[in-house]
């Protein structure tokens, strides 16, 4: 069966993909925060609370190569009160990270350190944060999903203009994969994107999301006729 075309122009639509992903790996984020009238006393009471840190951190026989001093701010501070510049004191502040695989071993032990680091004097911020190692293979199933979800709205519309898909013409993302993670209790496993059947093991029932949108245009035809010859 043949058929006689004429071309026409594009026709352009989004398509969106989404991923459920175990993680392999979670972070211990620590912020120490110390506030005193001049900086050598900031310096201080930081460096007292990081000593403290390690020696729990050793504890819990976390090694050192797990644990990277991530920054070091310091500086005064000043705020406007009546139109009066005020000095607050000098600020120091340090962030940590401990990086652990995703297992529930190490879920017990992030438990346990965070329990120990609230004792912590000039504590800040303590939480855990999962992700995922190596996510090429992620990032290239969760765009193939949006683009076939975009084909798919293309051949809808075409079918019902009476045109039909010749091949996609352009095809951009509209913004980078996003990624977060969302506990099982909140999200909408929908099974053609959910990579893992089986609920996580880990406490909330934590799941990394990968999200994408493109835009694609696709060239299309008309059907003008057919010779079934």
């Known amino acids: 069966m043949a058929y006689i075309t004429e ?11 989404r991923l459920f992903i175990e993680p392999n790996f979670l972070k211990i984020f620590i912020s120490l925060a110390c506030r005193s009238n001049n900086m050598k006393s900031s310096l ?4 007292s609370n990081m000593q403290e840190l390690f020696e729990l951190i050793k504890q819990h026989s976390i090694k050192e190569n797990m644990v990277h001093i991530v920054d070091l701010s310091f500086g005064p501070q000043y705020e406007w009160r009546k139109d009066e510049r005020v000095f607050l004191g000098y600020d120091v502040d340090q962030r940590v990270n401990i990086e652990l695989d995703a297992t529930k071993k190490n879920e017990e032990k992030a438990k346990k350190i965070i329990g120990d680091i609230v004792s912590l004097k000039f504590l800040k911020d303590c939480n855990i944060e999962y992700g995922l190692k190596n ?27 009476g ?8 095809i951009t993302d509209r913004d980078s994969v996003g990624e977060y993670s969302r506990s099982n209790s909140q999200m909408n496993e929908d099974v053609e994107y959910c990579m893992a059947e089986s609920d996580s093991y880990l406490p909330t029932g934590r799941k990394i999301v990968l999200e994408n949108t493109v835009y694609v245009t696709f060239d299309i035809e008309k059907w003008i006729g057919k010779n079934n010859g």
């Open 7 to 17: 071309k026409e122009n594009i026709i352009s639509v989004t398509g969106y993909g």
């Open 135 to 161: 996510k090429k293979k992620h990032l290239e199933t969760v765009r193939e999903l949006s683009y076939k979800n975009a084909l798919e709205k293309a051949e809808q519309y075409a079918t019902l203009a």
């Open 163 to 170: 045109l039909r898909i010749i091949k996609a013409n352009t």
């Open 44 to 47: 201080e009471g930081i460096n």
